[in-house]
């Protein structure tokens, strides 16, 4: 390729980074077009970005989450779609460019794509979950230069190699997804419709450099000891000469000279680092990080590279105990108990920067140390696992399969490997990436749902089936993993165990859907606890702010197409109205409807999380079912796709904060327990309060407790009914002569005025309560960069729910919290709204209101 030649292909692009002699330019936004295959006919493109949006930006699709409009977007998956941009002749940089190797990289193609340059085909692609690169010194020409990218129908590019395989894969989205390299819940799923995307979902950029570059560098920690680290730095270069450079590492002082060969060059310096810091996660300790700069230079070039990394342990214990089978993680020697959420991928139909401003900040706000990235949707970008690095959240990192079998022929392996190779390679530094897991069910549904019967498979076809998901998930992921990150442990199948039986619960990590699939109350998450818990969950409703996005009607009701547009699981509402019943009273309407929607979820997982941390040290891990939203739905999530915070959101904070009180009544005693993160002995004071829900004052109980701080105690219990109810006479009952549908009682451990843990406790269900209006006082006012309400009532007010009618127009700090008679609550409130118009757009609502009329601030 001639130097004029490669200038051609810069004009018109804006520079990235550039360093004297390499560099990496990104193809503008601006220049990208897309057009039906075939009809020529162009339209401006987004890139990033995905087909369904380019067709909503120009107005050609109507929007899919509004109404049932996703239904009438079925066509675009059968069509093929073409992306063109324009590369005309520049003049930029040519003193950098002359000579220079030029690679055009791809991040991330959805999926099956046919790259032309100068209509010339060039490259083919067939995994989104994996970058592409590709010469092109020798293939530009003067003048402008036009790159093409067609992109096919994915069910219907692989549907033949779906027919020659001879057997019918127990995907009951779609047939062909086993074989297509995408993400899964684009087939649909029972929280999202199906929706098959295609296009460019990340960035396209022109990497150039001079005779070498350093692709990778890998920072490995040998051996780990207070007063020193002994590492490696595992640096490899691509060479297209044969020459002496001479590496370094900067801070670290180590260096050699090496002579490079044409090709990939892989080299090993080792560094010391004295009395190192080490990164812990949240709750632990400083999630410290160090950075590395490797350095390759020699008279006449010169390439660098700049990671950052932490050092730590981790290790998962797993091995068969007395009383099964543990799983839980040890970060530096120390066992961690597992505060955690399920993470879904992002929205097909929001901008990537709003999304991870939302649930970045909202993974620490809700105390999670661990997430885990679900096997049926995509890896993480770079910046997600660089927020949770920085924030101390552990990673768990399902690679991208679910809910079905897979292929095993040779192609498809490659492909999967190819995919392996790139992701643990981009990801391994990052001290939050923590597990690596080979799938999501695929295990427990081969042994327990029944696939063999459903499907008809012969005892060939199973074998057929079980060989290939032992080649991929039992030979080729581990074997690749031991080459390139054996630092990590991996497991090839969550969950390690099933629901159905007891001794389910006694081995592994288990996903617990007796609750919702299994239809079993509440109660049960109190008796089924294992020893690691990774998936449960309850769904509800988003806020009505958030229906009023997708549903215009003026009558909104659980039952009209719009909303069961919107419900994907085959449960569908009528389950979530029979678990209602069970608890609340029956909503006066549609808006109370979903706002009890809300806190019966938030109930369900207050009560999951709470037994599962009372468990420790036998249950380590509390991982709900899911923090985000993918779609705009009846979900399990705690945050809807809108980015509002349900009450879930709420009660999960609570439930994971660092110490808890948990009551529970057992055999007619009410127990009353401790479970907190710290390693300390503790002596405090614990202060019950027991009154009517006017306020009238019955009882007050102050006792001396102490525990040791690692694992959960009972530090209180007492008889609820003496079996001698008279008011003269001495009893030992703690409702002796007291109505339990009229008290609450305030739990607190506190030393001195400073609480450390409290509750408020029930005895009996919402529904049963002897609720009465509450006259709730409020008063907003602006501090700083945030608004203090204050808020008291004169009786209970159960679930206070402080909104707006506008999604998102107030962030506070708590919600859908009880007010106890006469006691003032105080929140802060972030909004851009003035004093005047929050103080007017506020409306405060509580379980009362969902009976009577709307109380408004």
């Given at each position: ?286 999630p410290y990080l160090y950075e590395l ?48 959420a399920n993470l879904v991928p992002p ?505 009577t009329s709307l109380t408004t601030h």
């Amino acid at each position: 390729m001639t130097r004029h030649a490669l200038l051609l292909f810069l004009l018109c692009i804006s520079t990235v980074c550039l360093s004297q002699h390499q560099g990496m330019i990104d193809l503008p936004v601006t220049s990208w077009k897309f057009s039906e295959a075939g009809k020529q006919d162009w339209k401006p493109a987004t890139v990033p970005g995905n087909i369904h949006l380019d067709l909503l930006n120009n107005k050609l699709i109507a929007d899919p989450t509004y109404g049932d409009n996703f239904k009438k977007c079925e066509w675009v998956e059968k069509k093929d779609w073409e992306y063109t941009a324009s590369l005309p002749m520049d003049t930029i940089h040519k003193e950098e460019l002359a000579g220079a190797n030029a690679e055009l990289v791809f991040e991330s193609l959805d999926t099956y794509a046919d790259i032309f340059l100068n209509d010339s085909l060039v490259l083919k692609t067939d995994n989104m979950f994996r970058s592409y690169s590709l010469r092109i010194e020798q293939l530009m020409k003067p003048g402008t230069n036009q790159l093409r990218i067609l992109f096919h129908s994915a069910p219907d590019y692989i549907r033949p190699q779906c027919a020659a395989a001879g057997i019918r894969f127990p995907a009951d989205n779609d047939s062909t997804a086993p074989f297509t390299r995408k993400s899964p819940v684009q087939y649909g799923w029972d929280f999202a419709p199906r929706m098959i995307t295609c296009g460019i979902r990340k960035r396209v950029h022109l990497r150039y450099w001079h005779d070498f570059i350093i692709r990778d560098v890998h920072v490995i920690r040998n051996t780990l000891s207070p007063t020193q680290a002994l590492m490696t730095a595992e640096i490899t270069i691509a060479s297209s000469v044969t020459d002496s450079v001479h590496l370094s590492l900067e801070t670290y002082g180590s260096g050699k000279t090496v002579l490079l060969v044409p090709g990939t060059n892989v080299f090993r310096l080792p560094f010391r680092m004295a009395h190192p810091r080490l990164w812990w996660p949240a709750g632990m300790g400083e999630p410290y990080l160090y950075e590395l700069q490797a350095q390759a230079w020699n008279t006449g070039n010169k390439s660098s590279h700049r990671v950052s990394f932490g050092l730590r342990t981790v290790e998962l214990i797993n091995q068969p105990d007395s009383t099964g089978q543990p799983f839980y993680i040890r970060v530096n020697g120390e066992p961690l108990y597992i505060r955690g959420a399920n993470l879904v991928p992002p929205p097909l139909l929001q901008k990537k920067a709003d999304f991870d401003n939302t649930i970045q900040s909202l993974m620490s706000d809700c105390q999670l140390n661990l997430v885990r990235i679900w096997g049926g949707g995509m890896y993480g970008d770079d910046d997600f696992y660089m927020y949770a690095d920085q924030n101390g959240i552990l990673v768990w990192q399902d690679f991208m399969f679910s809910g079905t079998m897979y292929p095993g022929d040779s192609l498809f392996l490659k492909n999967v490997k190819a995919e392996a190779i790139d992701n643990i390679i981009r990801l391994r530094n990052h001290p939050s990436l923590a597990l690596w897991c080979g799938n999501n069910e695929i295990e427990v549904a081969w042994k327990n749902w029944g696939w063999q019967k459903t499907f008809h498979y012969s005892p060939l076809d199973s074998l057929k089936l079980l060989v290939a998901y032992n080649s991929l998930f039992k030979e080729l992921l581990p074997n690749t993993l031991a080459t390139l990150d054996s630092s990590r442990p991996y497991f090839s199948s969550s969950p390690q165990s099933n629901w159905g039986k007891a001794d389910d619960f006694t081995k592994g990590d288990n996903h617990y859907w007796g609750v919702w699939h299994g239809e079993e109350p509440f109660s049960s998450y109190n008796t089924h606890v294992g020893r690691f818990m990774s998936e449960f969950g309850f769904p509800s409703f988003p806020s009505l702010s958030s229906i009023r996005h997708f549903d215009g009607e003026q009558n909104l009701e659980m039952n009209s197409a719009v909303m069961k547009a919107h419900q994907f699981s085959y449960k569908g509402n009528t389950l979530i109205g029979k678990y209602m019943d069970l608890y609340y009273r029956k909503p006066k309407d549609f808006e109370s409807f979903v706002y009890v929607s809300q806190l019966l979820q938030a109930e369900g997982m207050k009560t999951a999380i709470e037994s599962q941390r009372l468990k420790k040290p036998f249950c380590m891990g509390s991982v709900f079912w899911q923090l985000n939203d993918y779609w705009p739905s009846v979900s399990w999530s705690a945050i809807d796709y809108y980015g509002e915070q349900k009450a879930a959101f709420f009660f999960i904070r609570q439930a994971f904060d660092p110490s808890i009180l948990s009551a529970h009544v057992e055999n007619g005693q009410l127990k009353i327990y401790i479970a907190t993160e710290s390693n300390k002995p503790h002596q405090t004071e614990l202060l019950l309060q027991l009154c009517d829900l006017h306020g009238e004052h019955k009882t007050e109980i102050r006792k001396a407790v102490k525990w040791k701080g690692t694992i959960s105690e009972k530090i209180f219990s007492q008889l609820l009914q003496s079996g001698n109810p008279e008011k003269n006479t001495k009893s030992t009952g703690l409702l002796d002569g007291y109505d339990k549908t009229d008290c609450v009682l305030s739990c607190r451990v506190q030393t001195g005025k400073d609480s450390f843990a409290s509750a408020v406790v029930y005895f009996t269900e919402p529904k049963n309560l002897q609720l009465t209006q509450p006259l709730i006082h409020s008063e907003i006012k602006k501090e700083d960069d945030h608004y203090i309400m204050k808020l008291k009532s004169d009786v209970l007010a159960k679930n206070v729910f402080i909104s707006t009618a506008e999604s998102n127009a107030i962030n506070p700090t708590d919600n859908y919290f009880d007010l106890l008679p006469g006691i003032e609550k105080s929140i802060l409130i972030y909004s851009d709204l003035t004093e005047e118009k929050l103080n007017k757009a506020v409306v405060i609502r509580s379980l009362w209101d969902t009976y009577t009329s709307l109380t408004t601030h």
